[in-house]
């Protein structure tokens, strides 16, 4: 299970450091869906870490 939520804040981290304005949609949708609040139920029972590596796979 730590995968998916390592992988659940990864992927929030990068819309949320995304350069471009498109991104403003998306971040509507995931915050007004409560979807910040499932990463943090997730942490909560420690499914995942806080700190994670982002690979680059070939």
Do not use: C, H, W
């Amino acid at each position: 299970m730590e995968l998916m939520a390592d992988s659940g804040k990864a992927s929030v981290d990068m819309v949320y450091n995304f350069g471009d304005a498109r991104k403003n949609d998306l971040i509507e949708r995931i915050e007004s869906r409560k979807g910040l609040r499932q990463l943090s139920a997730m942490k909560e029972l420690r499914m995942g870490s806080d700190p994670y590596e982002l690979i680059t796979i070939n």
